[in-house]
């Protein structure tokens, strides 16, 4: 049982390079979500799906575009990497909206 | 927007020693969730509490949703070295909507 998982784990990008993030889980959850991690800042929530074919912003959206076209699986895309955007990426997903997220183990993107 | 103070930010300590931390919030919470991060790790949910008094435990780890409902509490009592992490409260309201709000982290740091 694999849970939550993230691809790539690590990535170096150059600032105005793009790339997505993939993030698959098996647990046939409902809600998938993007976090960014930042030191002393705890999780910020970037984008959240409440289910296939849905999208909706959180608390930074700007800079990031996600789809949901398939349950298992919450894509975040970069279309022009910034410098401000060097984090720590997590993907979580739950069965209900308060309820035990399953988080991955992230991805560290560094843009330069 | 909302706000969750979670403190201390870190804690040095002596195994064997017992650990508290809390979280406060500036509105009303029906839901207080805590994680721990171990390094190059996502979040991993310890306890889930739901109504206000509530007093839950798991192993070493006991946690309480506090009566006003603004706050929570983590005790860890005789401390060892796994225990050496971030630890995260997290907590919804009745207008998050889909949303955590996560407090910015407890460092606990073992001192050998």
């Known amino acids: 049982n694999a849970g939550v998982t993230q691809t790539p784990k690590f990535r170096v990008l150059k600032t105005g390079q793009s790339m997505t993030l993939l993030c698959a889980q098996d647990?046939?959850?409902?809600?998938m979500y993007w976090y960014r991690q930042d030191p002393g800042m705890g999780l910020r929530l970037i984008h959240y799906?409440?289910?296939?074919?849905?999208?909706a912003k959180g608390e930074v959206p700007d800079g990031y575009n996600v789809s949901r076209l398939k349950k298992q699986n919450f894509l975040l895309g970069l279309e022009s990497a910034a410098p401000s955007q060097t984090s720590v990426y997590f993907c979580?997903?739950?069965?209900?909206?308060?309820?035990?997220?399953?988080f991955g183990s992230g991805t560290r993107l560094t843009v330069v | 927007g909302q706000q969750l103070n979670q403190s201390p930010q870190s804690m040095f300590i002596q195994e064997g020693e017992d650990v508290s931390m809390n979280c406060t919030s500036s509105s009303i919470f029906n839901t207080w969730l805590w994680y721990k991060q171990d390094p190059g790790e996502g979040p991993v949910l310890l306890i889930a509490l739901y109504k206000a008094g509530e007093l839950t435990s798991n192993g070493r780890l006991t946690a309480q949703f506090g009566i006003t409902r603004k706050d929570s509490f983590l005790n860890i009592s005789a401390s060892i070295p796994s225990d050496v992490g971030i630890y995260f409260c997290?907590?919804?309201?009745?207008?998050?909507?889909?949303?955590?709000?996560w407090g910015a982290g407890t460092k606990l740091i073992i001192k050998p």
């Open positions: 647990m046939n959850h409902e809600y």
């Open positions: 997290a907590g919804q309201d009745m207008d998050s909507n889909y949303q955590l709000i």
């Open positions: 979580a997903s739950s069965w209900t909206t308060s309820y035990g997220y399953t």
């Open positions: 799906s409440v289910g296939e074919g849905t999208t």
